[in-house]
């Protein structure tokens, strides 16, 4: 069995190293320069226990106390990983809070807030976490942090307003939590087949990338789409706030069937603006960049982008991931279309569709439409939505090109159609 080297342990072998030079040394006049050589170790050795058992006594109390509150505390070379983690599992405002359920109309899972603190835990992003109860219950923890000021009734009643939202492509929130404190919590019922981002761009170049083809992007497509069109037509009749405000492609899960979810929404009226402007996709458009304005028009702009995405299969600079070299869609898109080789724009992994060669086309004028410099040249949602209809109905068609050849010719005569 392997014995640390505790200072009680060195002392015992100083101890014996100046006993054994004793011995060997038979000189009386050594002797007193010994005996005080010996209480000078001695001394600094007792220091050292002293400093040692503090430590090790503050430790013992620190890991009695994440074990109360269901914490396991990692090995000091895990520790660094676990941090972020354990600081957002541990119990928010000291038990001052409540783990609120939202009534969707369905069953909530047999959770409350201890079986959460005792769940065990892996990451899964910045300020995320997926919870899994003793029960088998998986849930995602949403830790809100960079909030406005706003008191425990405003919080409320702002989460209250998100958790009303309700629409098969949106991601419903199960539960939230909230304390007198800043600790603010979302949860989420966990989806185990990943986002949009990672559907689009994971594995690429590799053996296990399973292709991403042209009929799932365009549902993902529609189902974003009828998903902001939800959301704009319940926020009310105020156009200086984008409903959605940080709309891409991580933000856009898929279930089983790869239809899509869309989550993170209504954050804009809970995250403090200054912080929002740093993050959200909707301080990037161009009329924030110009005039420091927000509206509806900034969701279709967003969605115009991942429009983009889909279609090229390219990561967007403004949302690329840290190390990550994105590219400027917008910009790169009406510039190939201008320089009419538009082929090239599209994803090798669609292109092999070639029956659809239209289709795409048709969808990437939405997209160019969507992302048009000034907001008051972009269609309404409700536009988008109908048109991205259109191009589903005609996918499911035998006669695609006669569904759109008064609207789409060919690479050599692209036009942008006007809504």
């Known amino acids: 069995m392997h014995i640390p080297p505790t200072p009680l342990l060195l002392a015992t072998l100083l101890f014996s190293v100046a006993a054994s030079c004793n011995a060997a040394d038979g000189s009386s006049h050594l002797v ?5 050589g010996n209480v000078i170790v001695l001394v600094v050795i007792l220091f050292l226990l002293i400093i040692y058992y503090k430590k090790y006594a503050k430790l013992k109390r ?30 928010p405002g000291g038990g001052n809070g409540k783990l609120v359920f939202v009534d969707d109309g369905g069953s909530k899972p047999e959770l409350e807030l201890d079986d959460l603190l005792r769940a065990s835990a892996e990451g899964l992003g910045k300020g995320s976490y997926k919870a899994l109860t ?35 492509n949106l991601l419903p929130l199960l539960a939230y939590y909230h304390s007198k404190g800043e600790h603010r919590l ?15 761009h994971g594995g690429r170049g590799t053996r296990e990338r399973v292709p ?36 891409k492609s991580s933000n856009v899960l898929l279930d089983e069937k790869e239809e899509a979810l869309v989550c993170d929404y209504g954050l804009t009226s809970l995250v403090a603006a ?47 991931p840290p190390g990550t070299n994105g590219v400027e869609l917008c910009g790169w898109v009406n510039r190939a279309v201008r320089e009419e080789w538009t082929a090239e724009i599209f ?7 070639r029956g659809a060669n239209q289709l795409m086309l048709r969808l990437l004028q939405i997209g160019m439409k969507c992302c048009e410099k000034l907001p008051e040249k972009r269609p309404e949602i409700e536009q988008v939505v109908e048109e991205v209809e ?4 005609a996918m499911d068609t035998e006669d695609e090109e006669l569904a759109y050849s008064s609207s789409v010719t060919d690479d050599s005569s692209y036009s942008v159609k006007t809504f």
Not at 186 to 199: E, I, T
């Open 32 to 36: 007193p320069i010994l005996v005080v």
């Open 390 to 393: 259109k191009v589903t109905a």
């Open 347 to 353: 994803d090798p992994e669609i292109v092999v569709n």
């Open 134 to 168: 003793e029960s088998g219950e998986a849930v995602v923890v949403k830790r809100l942090v960079d909030l406005k000021p706003l008191s425990s009734e405003e919080f409320v009643r702002e989460v209250r307003g998100i958790a009303a939202i309700r629409h098969p």
């Open 62 to 91: 620190a890991s009695a106390a994440a074990k109360a509150q269901g914490v396991v505390v990692p090995p000091h070379r895990d520790r660094e990983q676990h941090d972020s983690t354990i600081m957002e599992r541990r119990s």
């Open 186 to 200: 979302f949860l989420y019922r966990f989806l185990p087949y990943g986002n949009l981002f990672n559907r689009l």
């Open 274 to 320: 200054p912080i929002a402007a740093q993050r959200m996709v909707c301080y990037k458009t161009p009329e924030y960049q110009l005039h420091k304005r927000i509206s509806k028009k900034s969701d279709v702009w967003s969605y115009g982008y991942l429009v983009f995405e889909l279609l090229t299969g390219r990561i967007p600079a403004h949302s690329a």
């Open 212 to 247: 991403y083809r042209w009929s799932s992007r365009l549902a993902a497509a529609r189902g974003v789409a009828r998903a902001l069109e939800h959301l704009h037509r319940h926020s009310g009749p105020s156009d200086t706030t984008a409903p959605h405000g940080n709309l």
